[in-house]
C-alpha cells in the first residue's frame, strides 16, 4: 500500500510514522522544510486528563462550554478519551515535557477547570514535539521518503475517488490513501500568529476537488499576540500563571466582561480586547505580567522572554502591548471521527480538518491533542487490510502527467463544471493583492463582523484573480469564509456579528458545504 501524506506538523509525521511502521510506503510532502509547521510555534501545551484529580469528563465538559453549543460530543469524547494515551506515546516517542516533583508538570489555562496543561522547555511545547517526531519518522532505519520545499497544487481523482496528488513542478504522484495535514490558513489575515507556510493549501485544494467544508466562519483569535512586527503569540499560560490585561487609564477591563476575567474563553478575551482597544482609539492593550517578575518570566516563558527583549520590551519590569491575532481555525475539510472526508481516498487530520471537537470556538491547548489523537485514527483506518480500490491508470510511484493518465486534477474540475461561464476561481479580472486580501478579511471578517462588511469583502473578493498558487488558495478560501460568514446570522463563539450580537437557536447546528452545493446540515 503507498501512502501520501501532505504536510510535517504532529499530525502529519505522527500519521507518516503509523503507516510506514503498519508496512506502508509513504512519502511524506511538505511545502517548506521539515520543521516549518504550525506545530513548531505552538507554546501553550498540550491538554490531557493524566492526574488522579482531573477526569476525562471534566475535560470533555471544559471543551463542549468553550464549543459554543455547535461540538460533536462524540468525537469530543474520543479526543479526551483517547488523549491521555496519545501523550503517553509521545514520551515513548522521545517528547521531552517539563518535571515537577518527580512527575510531569502541568498548568492551568483559560476555560479549564483543572490544571491538565503539559509543556516542554516552558513555552516551546511544540517545537520540542516537533523535534522528537522529526528524528521518530527520519531517523535511522525509518522507510518514509520526505520531500522538502514541494508544494501541493491540486489533488487527482478517478472515477470520483482521490488518487493522488499533483506538486507544484505539475508531476503526480499517485497512491492508495492521500492524508491531508497542512494546518490552517492565518495568512488570510493582516495580523496572524502563524508562520508563513500557512495558506491554507489542503483545504483549499480539497475545495476545489469538491470536497465538504465544515464550519468555515469560525477563525479563532488568539487574544495576545505581541503588537509588534510579526505579531508573535504571547502564550495563554501567561495569563494562567497571573498576568493581566489593561486598558489605557490602567484598569483590569475584563473584570467587567466575564467573571473568569482574563481566563475567559479565548473569544470573549479577544473581543474584549477588540472593544477596548476601538475605545481608545485603536491603541493596544497592555499585558501585565510585572508581578510574576523577570526571572520567573525568564525561567519559565523562555521563548517569549527572548522574542519580547528582541522587540525592545522589558515584560518583567513594564507591561507590553498586545493585539489579537489570528491563530487557529476551527473550520475545515469536514471529516469523521476516522479522518475520513467526503471524497474517497482522501483523509485529513490537524488542523486542516474540521472534526466537531472545537465547535464555534477551540478549547486551548487542545489543538496538539486533536492533532495526535485523530492522526493515530486516520492511520488506523486507512491501513485497514482491506483496500476497495486502488489508482489506476498508473502504477504504484510514478511520476506522471493527467495527459498522460486520463486522471483529473481539482483545478480541471473546477474549469469542468464552469464551462461556458466564469470559473468559480477566476471570478474577475480585478488585479489581486494579497496585503489588501489580509487587510480585508481582517477589517470586515475579523474578531468582529457584520452583515454590511461581510457583502462589501464578498463584493471585492468576487473581482480579484489570480493564478500564483498560493495567492490563489488564499482567494478560495477568503470567499469560503465570507460566504458562511454572510450566511450565520447570529454569534456564536469565534464568530461575532454587529448586526445580529446574540445565539440563535435555529443556527445551533454545524454548516457543511461543498463547492458545487449549497450548505447542509
Known amino acids: ?40 510555534h505552538a507554546q501553550g501545551g498540550i491538554a490531557a486528563a493524566l492526574w488522579a484529580d482531573d477526569s476525562v469528563a471534566a475535560h470533555v465538559a471544559d471543551t463542549m462550554a468553550a464549543g459554543a453549543g455547535l461540538c460533536d460530543r462524540a468525537a469530543v469524547e474520543v479526543l479526551c478519551a483517547e488523549g491521555p494515551d496519545r501523550v503517553r506515546e509521545l514520551i515513548r516517542l522521545g517528547v521531552r515535557f517539563d518535571r515537577a516533583g518527580g512527575g510531569l508538570a502541568r498548568g492551568l489555562e483559560a476555560a479549564h477547570s483543572a490544571p491538565r496543561i503539559l509543556h516542554a522547555g516552558g513555552d516551546a511545547t511544540g517545537a520540542e514535539i516537533e523535534r522528537a517526531l522529526i528524528a521518530a519518522v527520519v531517523g535511522e532505519g525509518r522507510r518514509v521518503e520526505v520531500r522538502e520545499h514541494t508544494a501541493l497544487a491540486e489533488l487527482v481523482i478517478d472515477d470520483g475517488r482521490v488518487v493522488g496528488v499533483e506538486l507544484g513542478d505539475g508531476t503526480i504522484e499517485v497512491a492508495d490513501a492521500v492524508v ?56 495563554e499560560a501567561v495569563r494562567g500563571e497571573g498576568a493581566v490585561l489593561r486598558n489605557a487609564r490602567g484598569e483590569r477591563f475584563m473584570l467587567d466582561v466575564h467573571p473568569d476575567a482574563e ?75 476516522s479522518g475520513r472526508t467526503s471524497l474517497p481516498g482522501l483523509w485529513a487530520v490537524g488542523e486542516c480538518a474540521s472534526t466537531g471537537v472545537h465547535g464555534a470556538n477551540r478549547l486551548a491547548s487542545n489543538s496538539l491533542l486533536e492533532a495526535a489523537v485523530f492522526a493515530h485514527r486516520a492511520a488506523q483506518d486507512f491501513m485497514r487490510p482491506v483496500v476497495e480500490n486502488s489508482p489506476s491508470g498508473a502504477q504504484t510511484g510514478d511520476k506522471v502527467t493527467t495527459e498522460a ?23 474577475g479580472d480585478g488585479a489581486f493583492d494579497r496585503i489588501a486580501l489580509q487587510e480585508l ?11 454590511e462588511g461581510l457583502a462589501h469583502a464578498a463584493s471585492v473578493l468576487a473581482a480579484w484573480s489570480t493564478t500564483e498558487l498560493e495567492d490563489r488558495n488564499l482567494l ?46
Open 1 to 40: 500500500m503507498r501512502v501520501i501524506v501532505v504536510g510535517s506538523g504532529l499530525a502529519g509525521l505522527l500519521t507518516a510514522r503509523e503507516a510506514v511502521d503498519a508496512g506502508a510506503e509513504v512519502l511524506l510532502v511538505t511545502k517548506g522544510a521539515l520543521a516549518d509547521a504550525n506545530t513548531t
Open 263 to 337: 481566563l475567559a474563553p479565548r473569544d470573549v478575551v479577544a473581543r474584549g480586547i477588540a472593544t477596548e482597544m476601538a475605545a481608545q482609539g485603536g491603541e493596544p492593550v497592555v499585558l501585565d505580567a510585572t508581578s510574576l517578575g523577570a526571572s520567573a518570566l525568564a525561567r519559565r516563558f523562555p521563548t517569549i522572554d527572548r522574542a519580547t527583549r528582541a522587540a525592545g520590551f522589558a515584560w518583567g519590569r513594564e507591561p507590553i502591548p498586545v493585539t489579537p491575532a489570528a491563530h487557529y481555525w476551527m473550520g475545515g475539510i469536514a471529516t469523521d471521527a
Open 476 to 521: 478560495d478560501l477568503a470567499r469560503v469564509v465570507v460566504d458562511a460568514a454572510l450566511a450565520r446570522e447570529e454569534s456564536r463563539g469565534a464568530h461575532y456579528r454587529t448586526d445580529f450580537p446574540t445565539a440563535r437557536p435555529e443556527f445551533a447546528q454545524r454548516r457543511r458545504r461543498a463547492r458545487e452545493g449549497a450548505p447542509v446540515c
Open 180 to 235: 491531508l495535514a497542512t494546518g490552517g490558513a492565518g495568512r488570510l489575515y493582516a495580523h496572524t500568529t502563524n508562520p508563513a507556510v500557512a495558506t491554507g493549501d489542503g483545504v483549499a485544494a480539497a475545495w476545489r476537488a469538491g470536497a465538504e467544508l465544515a464550519d468555515a466562519e469560525f477563525y479563532q483569535f488568539h487574544p495576545t499576540a505581541l503588537a509588534a512586527p510579526g505579531s508573535f503569540l504571547i502564550s
Open 405 to 427: 493518465t486520463g486522471l483529473v486534477t481539482g483545478r480541471q474540475k473546477v474549469a469542468s463544471a464552469s464551462a461556458g461561464g466564469r470559473r468559480s476561481d477566476d471570478r
Open 441 to 451: 478579511m481582517w477589517q470586515h471578517a475579523g474578531v468582529q463582523r457584520s452583515g
